[in-house]
């Protein structure tokens, strides 16, 4: 089915965000990891691999309304500190929250709902879920401070997620 071009260009775009915060996600997990932080490593992996089924989906639609994919991911600056890492990765999530919220407005202009349906479950996953856990984490190392907030985290087994 041949899809509107201008929401297969935008598609197209959306893709390369949701590649570029997957590969945010993986190499900042594989740091918590490293660092000895498993109840992190085992949020932000499972973060990724959302971030792949949202590109997963993204790349499904492209394909079906005849689209040609770009895979490249957009460029990303990855975290070294524990707080750094958790600023990138909401940073990433506000930039995906803008730019899911227009190409759903363009969407609807056009008419391609089915589209719209797919990147409106996106945006609730990225305000519900992803930001919102971030801004918690965030405000935690505000509040507690850093080194409270990473005893605390050391303290928590991984499925208290």
């Not at 997963?56 to 079906?64: K, M, S, V, W, Y």
Request: proline share 2%; hydrophobic share 40%.
């Amino acid at each position: 089915m041949k899809g509107h071009p201008d929401v297969v260009d935008y598609l197209k775009v959306l893709l390369r965000g949701e590649l570029a915060a997957r590969d945010q996600y993986f190499i900042h997990s594989r740091r918590y990891e490293d660092m000895g932080l498993m109840s992190l490593y085992e949020r932000i992996n499972h973060e990724m691999q959302e971030e792949t089924e949202h590109a997963d989906a993204l790349l499904r639609r492209i394909l079906f309304l005849e689209g040609d994919p770009d895979m490249r991911p957009d460029e990303f600056i990855a975290g070294y500190t524990v707080e750094e890492m958790l600023q990138r990765d909401l940073e990433v999530e506000y930039r995906v929250r803008a730019a899911l919220a227009e190409g759903m407005a363009l969407c609807e202009r056009v008419g391609d709902f089915v589209s719209r349906e797919i990147l409106r479950v996106q945006l609730q996953d990225t305000e519900e879920d992803h930001a919102h856990w971030l801004e918690q984490q965030l405000g935690l190392i505000k509040r507690l401070g850093i080194q409270n907030y990473l005893t605390a985290r050391l303290a928590q087994k991984p499925s208290q997620e």
